[in-house]
Every structure is written in C-alpha cells, then in structure tokens.
C-alpha cells in the first residue's frame, strides 16, 4: 500500500491526528493507497505558509518569472503525461484513452497562463470631470482556497491553480477524498518546476472537515470550487459569512438535441461520447437526448446498435469504451436513478443493471443503459445522475425542442445536431 501526506511548504506533511483514509481502485475494488486525512490544524498551518508565501514572495514575484515557472511546469506535464493518467486511473477509473487526451491539455493550459501572466492588462477609464484620472488595476487575492470533485482531478485543479498561480496568488488545495493520489504526486512536478515553497499546498481529507475548515478560515481570500450542487450551496453560504470570493461549477443535465437534418451518423458518435465517455461522470454530459419525432426509429435503431457495441471493462487498456464508476456511493446512486427510471415508466432499452463482464468480481461497473419514452418532468430527465445513463425525449418543433433543453434546473451546457447553421446558432444564442 502507498501512504500519501499532506504538502505543505514545499514537503510532505503527516496529518496533525495521524489519521489516513484508504483509497480504492474502482475497477478491482482493491484498497491501494492510505491518504493522510486532514483537520482544521492542518489547513490551518497550511493556510498561514500560504499567507506567508504570498506576501513575502509569491506577490512580489515578477510576472515574466510565473509565466516562466508555468511554462516549466507545463513541459514536466508533458513528460509525465502517461504516469499522471495511469495514477487517475488506478484513482477514479476513468479510461486510460481519455487521460491520454487530457494530460496534453493540461499541458497546454499551463502554458497558455504562463504566456498570460504578464499580459494582464488594466484599463484607462474616460472621466468627464478635469484633473480626474480613473483607472483599474488587477491584484492577486491572496490565499485561494481549491476545492475539487473526482471526476477529473488534475484538470479541475488545474483550471483554477494556472489562472491563480499567473496572477500572483498562493494556494490551498483539498482534493476529493475519493482521488487525492493525482494531486499529490501532481505536486512532485511543482517542486520539480521551481516554485517556491509555500505557493502551492494540499491538505487531504474529507469535505466537512477539511473542506469546510478551507472555506471558512479567515485567511482564505477566494474559494475555487467544483463538485455537486448541494454542497456548492453550503460552501456559498459558508463562504458568504466571510465575504469570500466564490466560483463556483456545479452540475448538469444537458440535452443533446438532434434535428431531422443532421448527419445521423455523426450524431451518434457525438451522443454515444456525451453520455458514455467517463461513464456519464462529466458535468457537461449530454444525459438528455431530445430527438425530433420524424427520425425517432431511423436514429434511435443506429444509436443502439453502435451503443450495444461498447466495450465495458478494464479503463487501463487503450480500446476499452466504458469503464466503472468511480466511487461505491455514485455506484449505488446510479443504480438507483435505473431503478426510479423504470418505475417512472421509462422504457429501459438498453442496459439497466450491473455490468457483469469477464474482469474482477466487485467492480463498480455499470452496463451503459438508455431510457426511451421519457418525458421532462421524470426525475431521470431533471436530476444529475452523473453515470452512463441516457434519457431520450422526443419533439416535433424547433421550439419545442429549446423549451424543453432550457427547461432544467442547470445550465450547463447543450449540443445541437443539424445541418441549418442559422437553427444551430439560434439554439446556442
Ligand atoms: P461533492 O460536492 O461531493 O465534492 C466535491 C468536493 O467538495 C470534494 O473535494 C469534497 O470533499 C468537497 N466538499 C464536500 N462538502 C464540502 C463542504 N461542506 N465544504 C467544503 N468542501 C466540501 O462532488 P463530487 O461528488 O466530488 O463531484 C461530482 C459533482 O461535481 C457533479 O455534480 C458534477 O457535475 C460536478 N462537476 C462539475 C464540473 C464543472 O465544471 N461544472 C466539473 C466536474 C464535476
């Protein structure tokens, strides 16, 4: 078994109670790793090396040295790119095809905000009044505090910590106690890199103790946060108190829309990798599937037939298509949401149960299932189930098809299937 630690101040920290947490592989359901399980001490002591860091040197850093440090970084991303994804996959099980793809972003991300940081313009404001002259000026907040979900914990962290780290800023990390390997390890490349000890810090451990302890410490500036809608709401509450900075990304349950003039093919390519790719776990999904009423069966009959066709199984081999779900309670959510969509009266055509393939007894896989004859107002429709599960809806009219994708409680993000531009930009605008 590994042991990982808390960093702080360019080490290893042991966790202040001496507590550890196991981690599991989703796939073999094996423990592989003890994560030291943080408390308030310990984000405390991080947040102060933080605040010190900030203002003794971090701040005062020229922009032209961040830019240079991101840089840096982004190259060791590079390097590291197959062992960063072999680590998220052991962690979450997300596939080993799609890290490959993600990592190069990563890389990219850095170093477009390596190139930024010296370009963060203000602006000369125009003032009719003689002898005034206004203008603005951007600063770094200080300590910001970054809270991240365990879908994709490398990028989730790094599009906040890039921006952050560019701009002068110092930061407190808590990864999702779900995934915490990544991150940890992702800190060896900082070291590696350059930046000063005491810029960069993780503390692990739960949402309710270390999160919590994050986001209401009085010296952290801005909370960056990703993770569910419910606890986006505590932590905006929480953050309220303090008169926080708050970003925020939560959930969805985006549609898909498919006219009657799209390229059916495409399409389905396009729905299969909405909702399949990570096994439905983004947050953009497209875990809606409005299809117009005039090619309901010629598109339905394609989509299933690729669908069916899936490979589920091992995320760590390069042609697998479906892997687990990440974690044991999304496991049993996610069954859970199968369940309320057959008693609504969903139609379950493909899929609806545990996928019982030839790989280790235990793992958390689900088949890849789609819903048909649904309608809006079922849960499977409105609820982010976050997991390989499509709900289809028809519709016969343009409009009819962006009432019905506006009609949700998110907003996260939509994709329309059409040859008419002018219909696809309507739908985006
Ligand atoms: P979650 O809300 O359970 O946990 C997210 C993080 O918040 C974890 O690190 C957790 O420990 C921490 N946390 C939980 N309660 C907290 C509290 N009270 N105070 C402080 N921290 C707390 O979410 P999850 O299950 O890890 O992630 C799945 C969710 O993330 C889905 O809803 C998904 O849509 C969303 N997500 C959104 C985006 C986006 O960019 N919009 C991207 C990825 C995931």
Redesign the pocket.
């Known amino acids: 078994m590994k042991k990982y630690n808390h960093f702080v101040n360019g080490k290893e920290m042991l966790p202040n109670n001496g507590e550890y947490f196991e981690t599991e592989n989703p796939y073999t359901c094996t423990k592989w790793a003890d994560v030291a399980k943080g408390n308030a001490h310990d984000v405390d002591v991080a947040v102060n090396v933080a605040k010190e860091a900030f203002e003794k040197s971090w701040s005062n850093t020229k922009p032209t040295e961040r830019g240079k440090l991101l840089v840096k970084l982004a190259e060791l991303v590079e390097r590291d790119a197959q062992k960063l994804g072999e680590i998220e996959v052991q962690d979450n099980g997300k596939l080993i095809a799609e890290m490959g793809a993600q990592t190069k972003y990563l890389a990219e991300w850095y170093r477009y905000f390596g190139g930024l940081a010296d370009k963060v313009e203000g602006a000369v404001l125009p003032s009719d009044k003689p002898g005034i002259f206004n203008f603005t000026k951007y600063e770094p907040f200080g300590v910001i505090g970054m809270?991240?979900?365990?879908?994709?914990p490398l990028l989730?962290l790094s599009?906040k910590l890039a921006p952050a780290l560019a701009a002068g800023n110092t930061a407190v990390i808590?990864?999702?106690?779900?995934t915490s390997s990544s991150t940890l390890v992702f800190m060896n490349l900082i070291k590696e890199a350059g930046f000063p000890p005491g810029v960069i810090n993780v503390v692990c451990?739960?949402?309710?103790e270390?999160?919590?302890a994050?986001?209401n410490h009085p010296d952290i500036a801005k909370i960056a946060?990703?993770?569910?809608?419910?606890?986006?709401q505590?932590?905006y509450e929480?953050a309220a108190k303090g008169i926080k900075h708050v970003c925020l990304?939560?959930?969805?349950k985006s549609p898909n829309i498919v006219f009657e003039d799209a390229d059916l093919d495409a399409a389905v390519a396009g729905v299969i990798s909405g909702i399949f790719a990570a096994s439905g776990?983004?947050?953009?999904?497209g875990s809606r599937l409005l299809v117009q009423s005039s090619i309901y069966k010629k598109f339905m009959t394609k989509l299933l037939d690729v669908a069916s066709k899936a490979k589920v199984g091992n995320p760590m081999l390069p042609d697998t298509n479906v892997g687990p779900v990440a974690?044991k309670p999304?496991f049993e959510k996610v069954l859970d949401y199968i369940d309320i969509g057959k008693s609504e009266g969903a139609k379950c055509v493909l899929g609806g149960d545990v996928f019982k393939g030839d790989g280790p007894q235990g793992g958390l896989m689900v088949q890849p299932t789609i819903f048909t004859e649904c309608n809006n107002n079922m849960r499977i429709a409105r609820e982010?189930i976050?997991g390989p599960v499509l709900s289809t809806i028809t519709f016969d009219t343009e409009d009819q098809a962006f009432s019905i994708a506006n009609d949700t409680a998110f907003g996260?993000g939509a994709g329309i299937w059409t040859n008419d531009i002018g219909k696809a930009h309507d739908g985006a605008s």
Not at 205 to 208: C, D, F, V
Not at 281 to 285: D, F, H, S, Y
């Open positions: 809270i991240t979900a365990w879908n994709s989730l599009w808590k990864p999702s106690e779900f451990g739960l949402g309710k270390a999160g919590s994050i986001v946060f990703t993770g569910s809608d419910q606890s986006g505590i932590i929480a990304e939560l959930g969805g776990q983004t947050c953009i999904a974690t999304q982010e976050f996260l």
